[in-house]
């Protein structure tokens, strides 16, 4: 079983400060650790892969990225790759599975891709899809269990409001899998050493085959994204017309009431203006 | 001063650290636990020259001196990095030492600013007399001081280290020490497959280090000898910083606070200034802070409140805040600082200078460093490393003056800490000076009879006033 897994480093959030009146990041103070769908991903690869199987960990990042590498080859991973070019955009998930997919269909391909489904910074989710468009091959997001049977995956995947999807894929395929489906094991200090002196091998855009110009992608650019609006919530005023102590148990009962009715007897002429007049008081008609 | 068994001090250490709500910071492996079964390194295990067990000042120095003579080199580090762990109000005055290892080291370094003030301020709740000291002879290199940031820079000096061949493992949390008859063979970290073989261990993990009881060369710590600190990094424009201190472009100050800032509890104050930063704190006894029931964070904020303080960090910005175990008192709680196949040094060995006119600690740390990775190296070149072979490690401490200074500054901890130097005497000095400024139409008085009555006022023995001046002078004089 070859399995390959695609890594990212990414701010380690508990580092990230925003000033609050500038938005900006404070970047002098970011620490990088490796997303946590991603490390999951690896995980998920090597159980799959078990002991003679072949996992390689990919990234596409700067040389500090090394590191993430280093944590994948500790962990167990066979071998390691960085993929990097300077002439990379900001957040290119499109430029990133370019280079992913021309590593992989050179010399032998996986029978598996995993990665995760989404980075924990930038988080576009972009990049299990278009890595399985240049390769080809099917991709199913939100993974959150995997069993091998032969060349079929079956998948388990999530949907909104908890429902979950069970799927069969033929391999050679993508997957990418929700954070927190599996917790990194805890690499043995042989691994640790091992990793340590590993030196991490590097593939630029020559070495795949590609030029500065195809990594031009004009057609879709994020330009912002925008938090998610809070949503309003109406702060409890207790009725000023009521006396002080009535107004007290609405505020320690915050306003909540027990459903109350009433019961009209008497002629339906009657009732008929009482329940008019009811609905006229609370504006009904 | 309370007088606690061993395992009521311990008992005490661990409650002030879960009182003020921080990872135990010196301790990772929780209470040392009575001495154990030794064991040996399984098979297989992979062998280095030396192994440092913490990258710290002295880790780093010990293992940079090491690395140059040719060993094979392991420095382990329990943090994500070197540095990630460390907690110091970060003023370093051992520029010269590092000078001999590093020339002109301050040109790389990330240092912030250079020492060329120093004040030592008597507090009471209202007022403060300051002793304030500028030289501008400090702020030609090699320099006197440099206040620096530990996480940045502790990463470069082990990077030092690392760059003189030595091999940095991050995220290695030693357990134990491995023996073999009565020689310390080796180290056990704290993952799969985790024995390591050296010639020579260096244990460099730090006050109240683990390492050091584990091989039976440290007693358990009394409260009254352990202090506790914490300590801000306030974030503050370089200007405001220049301007409110009155600094040129890249000098700082150091200010040691003595007095009321702690309250009725044994401790310090100090405030540094950085580059766009200042890092203050206090320091608190721990049998002190446990007797009176203080938590170190509600003296921290005390202090920051206190009107001479508060001018100087308005508007600042939290950026850090931290705490670490500090051990203060110096000659009586050195270790037994070698065995068969291990040294200790740096806080591990408890060379932390705490003598009220000096709170320094990085510069013996460095020092002893060097002189562990010499006595590492001359081991080697012998091929001895047995105990009487490492016991040249003490010569060389010796001759660093680090012992010397330890030996002859001995008295100074218990006299810092007594109760009326932390208190009466800081209020004496600051009432005798109201009494000598102020002007309300009444005889102008010479000094003497100020003190005279001062002293009187205070309702304190003459007895008890000439003991402390035999005290101090004990310390500090002669």
């Not at chain 2, 730090?206 to 352990?226: I, V």
């Not at chain 2, 007797?291 to 009107?307: D, G, I, Q, V």
């Not at chain 2, 460093?369 to 016991?391: C, I, Y």
């Not at chain 2, 000094?447 to 035999?470: E, F, G, K, M, Y």
Request: aromatic share 6%; charged share 20%.
């Amino acid at each position: 079983m070859r399995i390959a897994v695609c890594l990212k480093q990414v701010p380690d959030p508990a580092t990230v400060e925003v000033d609050p009146l500038t938005a900006a990041l404070d970047t002098r103070r970011l620490l990088y650790i490796a997303s946590p769908a991603d490390t999951a991903a690896l995980e998920v690869a090597l159980q799959l892969a078990g002991a003679e199987g072949h996992v390689s960990a990919l990234c596409v990042g700067p040389p500090a990225a090394d590191a993430v590498l280093r944590l994948a080859l500790a962990a167990g991973a066979t071998e390691a790759r960085r993929l990097w070019t300077p002439f990379l955009p900001l957040q290119a998930p499109a430029q990133t599975a370019l280079l992913l997919a021309a590593w992989l269909q050179r010399g032998e391909a996986p029978d598996l891709v995993l990665c995760g489904t989404r980075s924990s910074d930038q988080g576009s989710g972009q990049l299990p899809a278009l890595l399985a468009e240049f390769l080809e091959w099917p991709v199913v997001c939100d993974v959150t269990q995997i069993t091998l049977e032969g060349d079929l995956a079956r998948v388990q995947r999530r949907l909104d409001r908890g429902a979950r999807e069970e799927l069969e894929v033929r391999l050679p395929a993508v997957l990418a899998v929700e954070a927190g489906i599996a917790r990194l094991r805890h690499a043995s200090l042989t691994g640790l050493m091992r990793a340590e002196r590993a030196a991490i091998p590097v593939s630029e855009l020559d070495d795949l085959g590609l030029e500065p110009a195809d990594l031009a992608f004009p057609a879709a650019t994020t330009r912002m994204v925008t938090p998610p609006r809070p949503r309003t919530r109406p702060i409890f005023t207790p009725d000023s017309t009521r006396p002080a102590h009535e107004r007290i148990t609405q505020i320690i009962t915050a306003g909540v009431t027990r459903k109350s009715g009433k019961v009209l007897e008497g002629p339906p002429d009657q009732m008929a203006e009482v329940v008019v007049e009811f609905l006229r008081e609370r504006g009904f008609v | 001063m309370a007088f606690l068994s061993k395992e009521a001090s311990l008992a005490l250490v661990q409650r002030v650290h879960r009182l003020i709500g921080i990872k135990n910071g010196s301790t990772p492996h929780g209470a040392p636990q009575p001495r154990r079964q030794r064991s040996a390194p399984r098979p297989g295990a992979e062998h280095f020259d030396v192994i440092v067990v913490g990258a710290g000042p002295a880790g780093s120095a010990a293992a940079l001196v090491a690395a140059r003579a040719g060993l094979k080199v392991l420095l382990l580090e329990r943090g994500e990095y070197p540095g990630s762990k460390n907690v110091s109000g970060a003023a370093f005055y051992g520029s010269a030492i590092l000078n001999e290892l590093i020339p002109n080291w301050w040109e790389q370094a990330p240092v912030e600013r250079y020492l060329t003030r120093r004040v030592l301020a008597f507090m009471t709740a209202e007022t403060s007399v300051a002793i304030d000291f500028r030289t501008t002879r400090f702020a030609e290199p090699p320099y006197n001081g440099f206040s620096i940031l530990r996480p940045k820079f502790d990463r470069w000096f082990a990077d030092q280290a690392v760059a003189a061949g030595a091999f940095l493992l991050n995220a290695a949390v030693v357990d134990e020490v491995l023996w073999e008859d009565d020689q310390v063979v080796g180290v056990r970290v704290r993952r799969d497959e985790g024995d390591l073989r050296a010639d020579v261990v260096i244990a460099c993990d730090g006050a109240n280090s683990f390492l050091a009881k584990n091989a039976g060369l440290q007693r358990e710590f009394h409260a009254h000898e352990m202090s506790l600190g914490v300590k801000e990094v306030l974030e503050l424009d370089e200007g405001a910083i220049r301007e409110r201190f009155h600094l040129h472009d890249n000098d700082g100050l150091a200010i040691e606070y003595i007095g009321a800032i702690t309250e009725e509890v044994s401790g310090g104050g100090f405030l540094y200034t950085n580059r766009d930063s200042l890092s203050l704190g206090v320091i608190g006894q721990i049998s002190s802070l446990a007797e009176h029931r203080r938590r170190p964070y509600e003296l921290l904020e005390t202090f920051k409140r206190h009107p001479s303080v508060a001018p100087l960090v308005r508007g600042g910005r939290v950026r850090e805040y931290s705490a670490h175990v500090i051990p203060e008192a110096g000659w009586n709680m050195l270790p037994k600082l070698y065995t068969g196949g291990m040294l200790v040094a740096g806080d591990a060995a408890a060379l932390c200078f705490v003598a009220g006119l000096y709170l320094e600690g990085i510069n013996y740390a460095i020092q002893s460093g060097m002189a562990a990775g010499e006595a590492a190296v001359a081991a080697h070149q012998e091929r001895d490393f047995s105990a009487r072979s490492l016991a040249r490690y003490v010569e060389r401490l010796r001759a660093r003056h680090v012992l010397t200074d330890f030996a002859s500054y001995r008295h100074a901890p218990g006299l810092v800490n007594s109760p009326r130097l932390q208190n009466l005497y800081p209020e004496l000095i600051a009432a005798g000076a109201e009494q000598v400024f102020r002007v309300n139409g009444g005889p102008k008085r010479k000094l003497l009879p100020i003190a005279l009555d001062t002293l009187r006022r205070a309702n304190i023995s003459p007895v008890h006033v000439l003991q402390d001046a035999w005290q101090a002078g004990r310390s500090f004089g002669w």
